[in-house]
């Protein structure tokens, strides 16, 4: 490979590391993928912004999703153009307000040490999603984080869909891969219907367990 398709190839794995943070809520992650002193310029349906800081930056991102209810990664793109990286992604999110949609597009340069030193960031701002349905009633949230089967997500499991009424639905999320194999057998096993298994692209497994006794 020519040192130019290197480096193309290594401002992608940066921007592909750095959208899947975003989608994960991973903040600690962002801040180690920036700058200590990045520059941030913000592009906002309130008018223009700009940040310098790692902490700053983060702190945006903490604003926009950390309180949602849950955050779906509907597609993204990451690009570079010439020595620029170019990301972009929407969302699905759900909060207080409902069920919204997101979409960002970011144009980023990136140090030797693979940080993002500038980012120039154009934001839609939240959008009514008329086509996103509320969740149903009876349908109940279990975000095991990476808890996996092996260190404990069985016997919370367990407790959490004893503690549903039956004909109500358990949506477990977890980061651990291998509970794609586990959760799924283990919740027939139990007399649980297994509604869907998924597996959205941002490192997440979601798991619906309808509770059948």
């Known amino acids: 490979m020519s040192h130019e398709g290197q480096e193309t190839e ?58 949602a209810d849950e955050l779906r990664l509907e597609s993204s793109s990451v690009e570079t153009i010439a020595n620029r990286l170019v990301m972009s992604y929407r969302f699905r999110i759900h909060d207080a307000d409902g069920w919204q949609l997101i979409e960002q597009h970011l144009v980023a340069d990136v140090a030797e040490d693979g940080r993002l030193e500038t980012i120039d960031l154009l934001c839609s701002g939240f959008l009514s999603d008329p086509e996103e349905a509320p969740e149903t009633i009876g349908t109940h949230q279990f975000d ?32 651990d891969s291998a509970a794609k194999e586990d959760l799924p057998p283990l919740a027939r096993m139990m007399g649980h219907a297994v509604r869907s298994v998924e597996t959205p692209g941002d490192g997440r497994l979601l798991v619906e367990v309808e509770r059948g006794r």
Not at 29 to 39: E, H
Not at 149 to 170: K, N, S, W
């Open 10 to 67: 290594r401002l992608r794995q940066v921007g592909d590391a750095f959208v899947k943070a975003i989608a994960a809520r991973d903040f600690e992650g962002m801040l180690s993928a920036v700058a200590d002193d990045v520059r941030f310029r913000l592009m906002l349906p309130s008018g223009p912004k700009a940040e310098v800081g790692a902490t700053e930056v983060v702190g945006s991102f903490v604003d926009w999703y950390a309180a």
């Open 144 to 175: 095991a984080g990476n808890l996996g089967c092996a260190d404990g997500l069985a016997a919370e499991f367990r407790r959490r869909i004893q503690a549903i009424p039956i004909g109500e639905v358990l949506v477990v999320t977890t980061r």
